[in-house]
């Protein structure tokens, strides 16, 4: 099976687009499509003036602060218009935007460098020693 | 402060989720002569809007302006009478110059907050916490207090063993249905019952909903209202606006059904790590096909959640 990925938003104009916001929740939520971050989640978002952001989310309190992604990557959110039903079919995926920065949530705890998100990006530089020339 | 109205602003100048303290004016009478204080609660029971815990004292040989005010037994007061007195307590000199007040208003979502910390908060901790720190507040602001009357809906004892370990100077007295009993407990019910139907009354929706009291109700789960709106405004991610408590298995129950399942981690407790160690049978089950061992990826990437993925392209 192949994926494949069509940017259609290649000349787009809109540069925002592609500078989304987001927001990583700790939490597994069953549901794929649109959500009303504005309306719900946004004006409880409080950020310290020393970076520290609370928020909360399904009356769990929340601890955030903001991450950039690393040098040289970028997040592109990417929809599939229609999953085939065969499991080994070919896969197209349409571009539908992106992000440049995230804010990382935990529930009722800090962000730290131990959390998971921030410890799996160490793989991107442990990549670049291992196999650039 | 002097009229209801005040009070719906002043309310409606903070955001509603976070708590706050309003309270009066230290009668300048209070500081001098010893004093009484009672402490009682208001919406605690209900599934919408803040709770709020009220404080009211006056010195100890002046009951009989409580008396005046006509703080009875507060549950057989009407919603205006209670408006009444209150609006007294803000006007009256008789009652100004005698007796003072203090306001808590706990958020539905700090309750929320507070019963889904990793290391859970009961509401009867919230509510002791609330309590303590409004006596420690009124005792700072330069009152003389001697006794101390609580109303509880708990056993009483181990609430007024803590109280009296906290505060070793009052006499305290922690009793059921206090606020039938003490005077100065109706007074302090009654701050707390006029401050949180006010507080429902100027409820504004940072969501956005265009909804008042007279939809959502009284906030009680027995309310037609209030279920009706437990109901119906559910966001299928978010579940509800923050006036709900989502800690109260009314809402938690719609969610469940009506709202997309969220699953947190989950906090490590005993049970967990007892099912970390290998029971004593896995270690006769046979090995895997051909015998090998399936190669295991290194624990770096285990930790770090990292998973191989197809390739685009």
Redesign the interface.
């Known amino acids: 099976?192949?994926?494949?990925?069509e940017n259609n938003l290649k000349n787009t104009e809109n540069k925002d687009i592609f500078e989304q916001r987001a927001h990583y929740v700790?939490?597994?939520?069953?549901?794929d499509g649109a959500?009303?971050v504005k309306?719900?989640?946004e004006?409880?978002v409080v950020e310290s003036p020393d970076g520290d952001m609370t928020a909360?989310?399904?009356?769990?309190?929340l601890d955030g602060t903001k991450m950039t992604l690393p040098e040289g990557y970028r997040a592109v959110v990417a929809t599939e218009a229609k999953k085939p039903l065969a499991e080994d079919a070919d896969r197209r995926f349409q571009v539908a935007g992106g992000f440049k920065q995230l804010v990382y949530w935990n529930?009722?705890?800090k962000p730290s460098k131990n959390d998971?998100l921030v410890?799996?990006l160490?793989?991107i530089d442990i990549a670049e020693a291992l196999h650039c020339d | 402060m002097q009229s209801l109205e005040e009070l719906q602003n002043c309310i409606k100048t903070q955001s509603n989720?976070n708590n706050f303290v309003n309270c009066s004016n230290v009668p300048k009478i209070c500081e001098n002569e010893p004093c009484m204080l009672g402490v009682d609660e208001a919406g605690r029971g209900p599934v919408l809007g803040p709770m709020v815990y009220g404080v009211a004292y006056c010195p100890v040989n002046q009951r009989s302006v409580l008396e005046a005010l006509g703080c009875a037994d507060s549950k057989a007061l009407t919603e205006e009478k209670r408006d009444e007195i209150f609006t007294k307590m803000l006007t009256e000199d008789d009652s100004l110059n005698n007796v003072g007040w203090a306001a808590d208003i706990i958020s539905p979502?700090y309750i929320?907050?507070s019963?889904?910390?990793?290391a859970k908060h009961s509401l009867n901790e919230v509510s002791m916490n609330s309590a303590i720190e409004l006596i420690r507040r009124v005792a700072d602001s330069g009152v003389n207090i001697t006794e101390v009357y609580v109303d509880t809906v708990g056993p009483p004892e181990k609430y007024q063993a803590k109280l009296s370990e906290i505060f070793p100077k009052y006499k305290i007295t922690v009793a059921k249905k206090a606020d039938s009993i003490y005077p100065i407990v109706s007074a302090a019910s009654i701050v707390a019952k006029v401050t949180r139907d006010h507080a429902l009354k100027v409820w504004q929706f940072?969501?956005?909903l265009e909804m008042n009291h007279t939809e959502f109700g009284s906030g009680y789960p027995g309310d037609p209202l209030t279920k009706k709106f437990i109901r119906e405004q559910i966001?299928?991610?978010?579940?509800y606006?923050?006036l709900v408590?989502?800690?109260w298995s009314t809402a938690e129950l719609m969610?469940k059904e009506k709202a997309?399942?969220?699953?947190?981690?989950e906090v490590d407790d005993e049970d967990s790590a007892k099912k970390n160690t290998k029971s004593i049978s896995s270690f006769f089950v046979a090995k895997s096909e051909n015998g090998a061992k399936k190669r295991k990826r290194h624990r770096f990437?285990e930790?770090?959640?990292?998973t191989m993925c197809?390739?685009?392209?």
């Open positions: 099976m192949s994926i494949q990925i700790p939490c597994k939520i069953d549901e959500a009303n309306k719900y989640f004006p409880y909360t989310f399904r009356g769990h309190g529930w009722d705890k998971n410890r799996a160490d793989w | 989720s979502n929320s907050n019963m889904y910390k990793r940072p969501e956005g966001d299928k991610v978010f579940g606006p923050l408590r989502f800690s969610l997309a399942t969220c699953t947190f981690e990437f930790e770090r959640y990292l197809n390739a685009f392209e």
